[in-house]
């Protein structure tokens, strides 16, 4: 667990597993274009973390992307045979002293099962409850009318049946369409392309930002390079997305959390390009 402050403000970054994957698959980049700049990178396989984010500021407590490790990558992408998985996402928030009923917001970046598998869990009557009871949950709008998703909440025993649609039916789910302000200084802003109702979380506290982002970026090499996509977000809206999160990132200094990166800050050259730095954890 990685732990950074500004003012009142506690951003902690919750890696509940790493696994393998392949930028040549994920990405659309052809060979002719990744090489010989990254040659190393594409040719090979790289290893992701699968991060949550705790927010605790002065108004709130957020969690950003509730995983289940277990539930969404199976061994095989595991970085060893032998790797073992880290305590699950509650099992580390109680070590910082983060009761599930302490939270008062749930944000899922967007309706991709590795970013809300623990936003519920079965109960011991067999049913699948809240992990976090008290809080609000809030998914981006136009992922929950995404005809993917609705087709998902329809097939029982789905991910998506057994969380975002207990989530609804319990009353807990608030679709979020543009931005959304949480409290003083935390605010959910729209960013699609990744998926139709993609968003992200800024944070804002003592004249410092955060961003967490979800999967706007999968790896740093996108940062560099714009057209760089993975295959599956729509370009355009990503593009825009993309360049909005890079102007303000590295105009305001922010430090920004990913999904499946380590954490760090988006620094912009003297030709108006971008550029990925690694940020050390103040733990």
């Keep these: 667990m990685q732990s950074y402050r500004a003012g009142e403000t506690s951003v902690y970054v919750i890696k509940v597993g790493d696994f393998k ?45 509730p995983n289940d490790f277990a539930l969404t990558f199976p061994p ?17 928030l109680e070590d910082i002293s983060v009761k599930p009923e302490d939270v008062t917001h749930v944000v899922i970046t967007h309706a991709h099962y590795d970013h809300y598998a623990g936003a519920t869990r079965r ?19 136009a992922d929950w009318e995404s005809p993917v998703v ?52 800024e944070v804002q506290s003592s004249g410092q930002t955060f961003y967490c982002i979800g999967d706007l970026f999968h790896h740093w090499v996108e940062v560099e ?10 370009p355009k809206q990503n593009g825009v997305s993309k360049r909005m999160l890079k102007q303000a990132a590295s105009s305001k200094n922010a430090l920004v959390v990913a999904g499946h990166m380590e954490t760090g800050r988006i620094r912009k050259k003297n030709d108006e390009t971008f550029y990925w730095e690694e940020e050390k954890s103040s733990q």
């Design 21 to 65: 994957a392949s930028l040549s698959q994920q990405l659309n980049v052809l060979e002719k274009d990744w090489q010989p700049k990254y040659r190393d990178l594409f040719e090979g396989e790289i290893l992701s973390p699968s991060n949550c984010v705790l927010v605790r500021s002065a108004g709130s407590v957020v969690v950003v992307d």
């Design 76 to 92: 095989q992408v595991y970085p060893s045979s032998d790797y073992k998985v880290p305590p699950d996402l509650v099992t580390q």
């Design 123 to 141: 109960g011991d009557s067999g049913k699948y409850e809240l992990t976090f009871p008290n809080a609000r949950y809030y998914l981006g709008a």
């Design 150 to 201: 609705k087709e998902e909440l329809q097939q029982e025993n789905s991910g998506a049946h057994n969380s975002l649609g207990v989530l609804q039916e319990q009353g807990m789910l608030e679709l979020v369409s543009g931005s959304k302000i949480l409290d003083s200084s935390v605010q959910i802003i729209s960013a699609p392309g990744e998926s139709p109702g993609h968003q992200i979380l």
């Design 225 to 234: 390079e714009p057209n760089f996509n993975v295959t599956w977000a729509d």
